[in-house]
């Protein structure tokens, strides 16, 4: 996992609009930032997102990971979201990976956005998976008379019929993206989606008769990103942020992120709503059922400060392969068979264990410039980004403001009328939605993004073919359309 260096408060990002291709940039370029940054305002949000403090859920994390499951009481203020199962959290974070490539971990990103080049164009074309293809990237491809140059590798965990993604013998992954082996369940939808092709490149084969390498690829991956883009439509933007703002969007055009010649990623998006999801992320999770000694189920913290064994850590660290880290995905999404666990409600609290993060995410922890609190990290990041505050983005989008009374944690800060855009996301979902979906700022800003990113990319079913439904089969081999969803894509991969 990527280790990161002194978080850099002396960078003021321009104002500007910028729209070339390859760049971060901004939506409300013309917005002031929420607050300067000051001594004062600095050690304000140390505070806000200090642990212990009022985005600290105060988990009962000494109760261990089977409890924090099974117990609610444990986790009193951090309760499950019933819109939402588990899988969705990490999805979200595979997705993240997927749009643009930035070498440093997902939950540490320190940089001036009109200054940092992507290193990938911003879409969502799975480019983490695929890498630069079979002859930009053959290490990933399997070069046997089996796989004839066009599937992906995998390699077994040690554990008959589960994988894990390829690794050299440091035991480094080999994968399109070295973020999707930060934590264990992230590494295992990698997993999933290289099967996923794999079983589309049989069924190429199989079902359209198509035979020559080439051709096969081509088909396969098309058949791999069009029905991830549908998911991501209709199941995980519809489920994250209403179905009516998504097909407000699909029918009337975006209105707040618009670009000239190529996308780009806007900082309100990156910085503020599209980490909604920390707010989701359970302190434990069930990650198999029979990965332990004996045949039971494998519990684990998400992060531990300090993972024990590191060829097999005690947490759900990536980084490594033994026989019992897989995942059985009943536990994250929905199968029906009474498995699955929800994740978290989108709100301003955040599970303990992300106000402690291990040393292979943020190196040498400093309390203030370096702090291992994911929440400090996040709401520092305001600062060197001049992000507006959530009430002048709600009033640039001619919607509904909240009430200082629904900020009043911040009151004593001076923060509860001009908030950084992040906090003010998380809380807008809780009182607009209960938490169970994001709010009109928050809604808006993603839709428009992950819309506007496919109908940014000439390859994408938005562009070429808008009235495509999805061909591959589903759970229900009788239904079709809208009725593909994630398990759907697991069941194809054969990995569920």
Known sequence: MARHGVYPHDIVPAKSKYFDSGRFGRMFGGLPAFASDTPEIRAALLD??????????????????????????????????????AGFTFLGQFVDHDMTFDPTSSLERQADPEQISNFRTPSLGLDNVYGAGPGGSPHLYDQSAAGQGVKMLLEETGTAGKFDVPRNSQRVALIG?????ENLIVNQLQVAFLKFHNAAVDYVKTKIKLKAPDQVFAEAQRLVRWHYQWILIHEFLKKTCGEAVVNDVLENGRKFYKWHNEPFIPVEFSVAAYRFGHSQIRPSYRANFTGNPGGTPFFAMIFT?????????????????????FIDWPTFFDFGDGSVRQNKKIDA???????KLPGSVVGNPNATTNPASLAQRNLLRHLTFSLPSGQRVAKAMSLPVLAKGDLSTLAEYGLDDRTPLWFYILREAAVVENGERLGPVGARIVTEVFLGLMEGDSSSYLSQDPDWQP?????????TGDDFRMIDLLRFAQVA
Do not use: H, Q
Not at 72 to 82: E, V
Not at 349 to 355: E, R
């Open 471 to 479: 061909s591959l089969p589903c759970i229900d081999s009788t239904l």
């Open 349 to 355: 609290t955040l599970s303990s264990a992300l106000f």
């Open 48 to 85: 806000i997102g200090k642990a212990n403090g009022i985005m600290d859920a105060r988990d009962k994390l000494s109760e261990g990971p089977v409890n924090l499951i099974t117990n609610p009481a444990l986790s009193a203020k951090n309760p499950d979201n019933p819109n939402l199962t």
């Open 305 to 325: 400060p300090t993972p024990s064994d590191p060829l097999d850590p005690d947490d759900l660290s990536g980084g490594c392969r033994a026989p019992r880290r």
């Open 177 to 181: 993206d070295p973020r999707n082996d």
